[in-house]
């Protein structure tokens, strides 16, 4: 973050742009922007947005402010809480078989670290990509304890957070962590099963909104056709 003089120190609160800083920071290591360029964006193009409105549009004064908040409101849900849905689901799909090479290597006498070493090796994964920021986090002088605490602030899902959480405890306390993480495993493998039911529950759903909005239009048009043109051309 940027120091207090920044332009988005002068107009927002500084726990409006801490609790967006959180959520950026949900994007793990790649970032596709700072707390300051999102804000000074969102911020910008809702100026815009209401100066467009106030001049070019009929009754401006009235729409132009409504119009602003639901765009300032757009944006940041398209901008942020969109892709965090989409980065969790991500994360939750890639992190069953991490988790099992994981556990692979510490099933063959490996330590926590050394096991998150070798299961970043063989996968390349976005999930993959927080746990080599942790080893490089611990190769510089912090604790896996501690990395693995930061990491938690990086991943959007609680499924993930959970498992992390029981890492850290395993690595704190020396407890064997070999056993939670076939439970875990199986949790997360229900998961998925119960998410795909889900998707698939949701089908006939889609398929109904998609009916009504484009085969019935059709089908009327296709039935009304005639009439129409016999009156229009009586």
């Known amino acids: 973050m940027k120091s207090k003089s920044s332009f988005i120190h002068r107009i927002y609160r ?13 994007f793990g290591v790649n970032k596709p922007f700072s707390v300051d360029s999102f804000m000074n ?18 009754y401006g004064v009235i729409l132009a402010p409504i119009l602003t908040v639901i765009w300032y409101f757009i944006y940041t849900y398209f ?22 090479v994981l556990t692979l290597g510490l099933e063959s006498g490996r330590n926590l670290e050394n096991a998150i ?20 986090q611990v190769q510089f002088g912090k604790s896996l304890t501690e990395s ?12 993930i957070n959970n498992i992390i959480l029981n890492m850290e405890q395993s690595s704190l306390f020396g407890n064997s962590i070999i056993d939670t993480m076939y439970n875990q495993l199986d949790f997360l493998r229900d998961k998925q099963v119960n998410d795909t039911r889900a998707k698939i529950n949701k089908i006939p759903n889609k398929i109904s909104i998609f009916s009504v909005i484009f085969f019935i239009p059709l089908m009327l048009l296709i039935i009304l056709g ?6 229009l051309t009586g």
């Open 79 to 100: 901008m942020i809480d969109r892709p965090l849905k989409l980065r969790e689901e991500k994360l939750n799909s890639e992190a069953y078989y991490y988790f099992e």
């Open 41 to 58: 964006r969102r911020f910008l193009t809702s100026i815009l947005v209401f100066i467009i409105v106030f001049i070019f549009i009929d």
């Open 148 to 159: 693995l605490s930061l990491m938690s602030k990086r991943i959007p899902s609680l499924t």
């Open 117 to 136: 070493k070798m299961a970043c090796r063989y996968i390349d994964s976005d999930i993959s990509k927080e746990f080599k920021e942790v080893i490089n």
């Open 226 to 231: 005639p009439v129409l043109v016999r009156i």
């Open 14 to 26: 500084k726990k409006d742009i801490q609790k967006v800083q959180e959520k950026i920071d949900l």
